[in-house]
């Protein structure tokens, strides 16, 4: 029926051999490393007979908190790689000046700036900010589990999935080389007619899934499994931006969906929704890219705020200074991240009066950030501060992050922005926010609630080398793209005519060596307090004398939770608790209902990569299988009525007793 190349084509698509970049060294060097490190974790993985431990235990798991900890190793992973492209650019950027063209070439470092802040943000960040209030909300609030458990392991799976398809265009074909948001005519299939933004496409809408599903997961548990008394002015701080995070997903991810819809429909069957022929229209791209977009950004950040707002208040031993201003603010930027969209490209053509309104809401937004800020300062303000790690992530935040904040103010004046659009300022600006705003509220959240996760500090010399190289390496990397930025250096270029800038770049990139030893440092917390974990044991379950409800239960917490639903009269619940001489209940125990395992998230979200890849190769007939057994498996387990079983009276007992001779022991 087929030729021998019909036949083929039929079975590989346009998958052939030159699909492996084996040209290129550093890709190979690359492919190297990753298989033998591979290889070798999967070695003691079988060594240790640990198959069977991980995937009953984490893999099929359906509890909220391991679901929470797999999200930010997935992070860690991922920040891992994001940040080696990073470093690839510094350099590639420092060297390629007077003739000299570095050791990328345009082709493959147009590929990494693309892949770099994809990865960043929606497979660091988004993870990271997931897993958090994955951990924390239903401790925080006094549930037992999220609203819809295995819901929750499909989304972590899903959002894996659509990392690995994104990590596998390292290595077969080639990734996007049209930024990370993809505009047309760019990502059209006449400029950029290989597999590099088919993997761009289906990566995000995999792990969009992810994304959406656990929003609305979120939000049913924040709106209805709040323990008795606990109204919505008396959640914590964390819980409300969690709330309003997962709102922006709700109301934007599926703006993303369509829109990468439509542009596959432009590539797949030659529709013309963002080209300039035949009615389509580019801007419309634009237009419904950044209103994703820009909520996106307060996605990252407002989880951040809930953090530094849990931090501070802790570690000044005061009550946050302003609780209800600061929720409203919460809303504010909420509601008001939908109308700034529009700053993101002043300069295609909208008109004065358009650009009039969203450089004033882009400036109005600053308000009830600015407000945060100083409720923050004023708990600090005679409040007994005590200077542990996650304060001082705290204080390098509010340094940093203002800065971000004035730049972005000047960005939002019109004019200015005709002057600094494309350059290397809009780059310094972002990080700014970015790096200072999220990435320090993660690393903050992380020491802090890291004893609740695991029973034990995180090192705290190894944490302070960390911050300061973070710190100190952040303003040595970003303050040079400032200079250049007003200088008139546009972004996303790999060489350099004039010699005098090379100075900036040489700067740039001594600060991006000084933050990548503060991820070494990090890595190296992680694992001296893994080998110094007894000398760090934390078993009161309330580590940094705290004031919410997650730390009134063991460390870890036990598969459910509370062994009695608490009672809430105050936002600080812990605290008041303690206040009032709370005792714990050690006798009346009754068996708890929890929700059972399943591996069905692993195997859809593994179809579904299947299914992704397939789409991206043109192999027509597995996409028409693999769709068709994500059906079946779908509607397989809408037919698994085991879902459930209930933790017996004794066990409860059990772990509550055991949870009481070692805080005996304590006093």
């Excluded at 974790?41 to 007979?49: C, D, E, F, S, V």
């Excluded at 080696?84 to 082709?107: C, S, T, W």
């Excluded at 302003?322 to 909208?350: D, E, K, P, Q, R």
């Excluded at 100075?503 to 000084?514: D, N, P």
């Amino acid at each position: 029926m087929f030729g021998d190349t019909s036949l083929t084509q039929f079975i590989f698509g346009r998958l052939t051999w030159e699909a492996i970049p084996y040209h290129e060294p550093i890709l190979v060097a690359t492919f190297a490393v990753v298989a033998v490190v591979g290889l070798a974790i999967l070695a003691l993985i079988t060594k240790y007979k640990l198959w069977g431990y991980l995937w009953h235990e984490w893999f099929t798991s359906v509890d909220h908190k391991k679901i929470g900890i797999m999200y930010i190793i997935l992070a860690i992973i991922m920040l891992l790689r994001g940040f080696a492209d990073a470093l690839m650019m510094r350099l590639q950027q420092a060297i390629a000046f007077n003739g000299n063209e570095g050791y990328l070439n345009p082709h493959h470092y147009d590929q990494i700036f693309t892949a770099h802040g994809v990865i960043m943000i929606f497979f660091v960040a988004m993870p990271f900010v997931t897993g958090f209030m994955n951990y924390v909300v239903p401790l925080q609030i006094g549930a037992r589990d999220v609203s819809f458990p295995f819901l929750n392991n499909f989304s972590f799976w899903m959002t894996t999935g659509g990392a690995v398809i994104i990590m596998m265009s390292l290595f077969v074909g080639e990734f996007a080389r049209t930024g990370w948001l993809a505009y047309p005519p760019l990502s059209g299939a006449d400029y950029s007619p290989g597999v590099g933004v088919d993997y761009y496409i289906w990566g995000l809408q995999v792990a969009g899934v992810g994304t959406t599903l656990s929003g609305i997961n979120l939000i049913a548990t924040i709106v209805k499994m709040r323990a008795p008394g606990m109204t919505f002015m008396k959640m914590p701080v964390f819980t409300w931006t969690s709330l309003c995070t997962n709102i922006l997903i709700v109301a934007t991810f599926p703006i993303l969906t369509a829109t990468l819809a439509l542009l596959s429909l432009d590539r797949y069957l030659g529709m013309n929704f963002f080209t300039n022929d035949l009615g389509g229209n580019p801007m419309m791209y634009i237009n419904l890219i950044w209103i994703w977009g820009h909520p996106e950004v307060y996605i990252l950040v407002l989880p951040a705020f809930g953090i530094f707002s849990e931090v501070v208040a802790t570690f000044c031993g005061k009550r946050l200074f302003g609780y209800t201003s600061m929720v409203y603010a919460t809303c504010v930027i909420m509601i008001l991240s939908y109308l700034v969209w529009l700053h993101h490209f002043f300069t295609m053509g909208s008109g004065a009066s358009v650009n009039a309104f969203f450089g004033i809401t882009t400036m109005i937004i600053s308000i009830p950030t600015g407000a945060k800020m100083f409720n923050w300062l004023f708990t600090m303000y005679r409040g007994r501060i005590r200077y542990e790690l996650p304060m001082l992530w705290t204080i390098g935040f509010m340094v940093t992050f203002v800065i971000g904040g004035m730049t972005g103010v000047m960005l939002a004046i019109p004019p200015a922005d005709f002057v600094l659009h494309n350059s290397l300022f809009l780059i310094a600006h972002f990080h700014n926010v970015i790096i200072g705003g999220v990435l320090f509220g993660l690393m903050a959240g992380l020491v802090y609630w890291w004893p609740k996760a695991f029973g034990y500090k995180l090192d705290p010399f190894w944490g302070k080398m960390s911050f300061w190289f973070w710190q100190i390496g952040f303003f040595f990397a970003f303050m040079p793209l400032y200079v250049l930025g007003l200088m008139g250096v546009t972004r996303r270029v790999s060489q350099f005519e004039d010699p005098s800038l090379q100075i900036w770049f040489i700067i740039a990139a001594f600060g991006a060596v000084l933050i990548a030893i503060g991820i070494a440092s990090f890595i190296m917390q992680l694992i001296v307090s893994f080998l110094r974990r007894e000398q760090l044991r934390e078993t009161s379950g309330d580590a940094w004398d705290a004031r919410t409800l997650e730390w009134s239960t063991s460390s870890p917490p036990p598969d459910y939770n509370f062994a009695f639903t608490p009672v809430v009269h105050d936002h600080d619940s812990w605290y008041d608790m303690k206040n009032r001489g709370y005792e714990r209940p050690l006798t009346g125990f009754k068996p708890i209902h929890m929700p059972k395992n399943t591996g069905t998230g692993v195997i859809l979200a593994g179809i579904s990569v299947v299914l992704g890849l397939a789409l991206i190769w043109y192999i027509w007939w597995l996409v028409a299988v693999s769709f068709i057994t994500l059906l079946a498996v779908a509607i397989g387990h809408t037919f698994n009525y085991q879902r459930d079983f209930f933790i017996p009276a004794e066990t409860i007992a059990a772990t509550e007793d055991a949870r009481s001779k070692l805080l005996a022991e304590r006093t």
